[in-house]
């Protein structure tokens, strides 16, 4: 499995794999698991990896085929997950990370990515993995290291338990009219099957693979059977969510992302959340994972992203 971090403060336990994509492969505080490690699909090269989270670097979710164009050039990437014809979530959550410094509750990794011939921008990637009191924070920069302008995005994948009754409460303006898988090009108004504003069960939402835009960059979880609550809060660059909640499974995602699914295919990809990252520039997200009792989150007030 290669050479893993446990992180700590004394409540949380955080295990990190920095040569496994620089994932988490557990997550839990006070023993109850706040994370579910999902067992991945294995890569060109790579065996299955079950992990609860993972980094999106250089781009988010998928590629159609794996082609798209960008100033001009056309780019076919390598099919990066057994029996898919898509570029999948990007390079790094298949890459080996470095460990660039190591504290008792904290991390910091890098990855480099040097020029080839389906991507021929060298960039640097960064994320730090912090646990303090009720919350886990991560962030996730990238740098364009090249002497041309790449495109890019980024995200976080997490993977929630679906046990104990658990209820999705997410709030979003409208979503993409098509699930991930089916490359869907237009925004329309939620529907009721969609709708996560009231905080439905997540077992009433099974096969939900959607994006979300114009999602307020916080999703709460409520578990009824112990009375926690997660609060998941993306950062205003985040500008969309993925939801996936498969059947028959036992965690669903909730995923920050800074591009809707294939915006480098869309006519405007800029509009949809493509990064342009001119030689030199870095971009960064961040994402912070708190768990409250109810009578604590009650009295939480919900932090309003910047416009």
């Not at 920095?18 to 699909?41: F, I, M, N, T």
């Not at 080839?116 to 921008?121: G, K, Q, S, V």
């Not at 205003?236 to 591009?259: G, S």
Request: proline letters at 8%.
């Amino acid at each position: 499995m290669g050479d893993t971090l446990e992180l700590g403060d004394g409540r949380w336990q955080v295990t990190v794999a920095p040569s496994l994509g620089g994932s988490l492969l557990a997550c839990s505080l006070d023993g109850v698991p706040v994370l579910h490690p999902v067992e991945q699909a294995p890569g060109a090269g790579r065996p299955p990896v079950r992990c609860c989270n993972f980094p999106l670097i250089p781009f988010s979710n998928r590629i159609e085929n794996g082609r798209f164009r960008f100033n001009g050039s056309s780019l076919q990437l390598a099919r990066n997950v057994a029996g898919s014809p898509d570029a999948i979530h990007g390079h790094g959550w298949q890459a080996a990370w470095q460990v660039a410094e190591r504290r008792d509750a904290s991390c910091a990794l890098t990855y480099q990515q040097e020029p080839a011939p389906d991507w021929p921008w060298r960039y640097r990637g960064r994320q730090t993995i912090a646990v303090t009191g009720d919350a886990l924070r991560l962030t996730l920069a990238i740098e364009n290291l090249g002497p041309d302008a790449m495109p890019c995005g980024l995200g976080f994948h997490p993977f929630l338990p679906r046990s104990g009754g658990a209820r999705l409460e997410l709030d979003a303006a409208q979503v993409w009219n098509g699930t991930a898988g089916a490359f869907p090009t237009a925004r329309a108004d939620v529907p009721a099957a969609l709708d996560f504003q009231d905080g439905p069960p997540v077992s009433e939402r099974e096969g939900t693979d959607h994006c979300f835009a114009g999602w307020k960059r916080r999703a709460m979880v409520r578990y009824g059977q112990d009375s926690r609550t997660i609060v998941l809060d993306g950062c205003e660059a985040t500008a969309y969510a993925i939801v996936y909640i498969p059947k028959d499974a036992d965690y669903f995602c909730v995923e920050p992302v800074t591009h809707a699914v294939n915006a480098m295919n869309h006519a405007d990809a800029a509009a949809d959340g493509l990064w342009t990252l001119a030689p030199g520039a870095a971009r960064q997200i961040d994402m912070t994972i708190q768990v409250k009792g109810t009578r604590t989150f009650t009295n939480m007030k919900v932090r309003v992203p910047f416009t």
